[in-house]
């Protein structure tokens, strides 16, 4: 009994040679672009991220929603991959920095 569903668990449909041969999902889902245009994502996302930033803390006289930065870093993390994801968030911490922190003298 136990040899028969050992063999019934393992068997797989002859010439398909197992999950190795069936396209992977992000080939079929999501062509890869080239890095130019996966890093110019990153800086338009920051940018775009950067002015819905300026605008709210000019329309609502608060603080600056930090999160936004976060949600444009996620967001080329999700759709351009790790590389230009950090490049995101280098230049999100580099824009916080210059524009909204008062310095120190």
Do not use: D, E
């Amino acid at each position: 009994m136990k040899f028969h569903l050992l063999v019934a668990l393992s068997w797989r449909p002859k010439g398909l040679g197992g999950p190795r041969h069936l396209p992977s999902r992000c080939s079929t889902v999501w062509p890869r672009s080239s890095a130019v245009s996966r890093y110019a994502f990153a800086v338009l996302s920051v940018a775009a991220a950067f002015a819905c930033v300026s605008l709210l803390g000019h329309v609502l006289q608060a603080a600056p929603p930090v999160s936004l930065f976060l949600c444009a870093i996620i967001f080329v993390a999700w759709f351009a991959g790790l590389g230009p994801a950090l490049a995101a968030a280098l230049l999100s911490v580099l824009a916080f920095g210059y524009f909204y922190l008062l310095p120190i003298n």
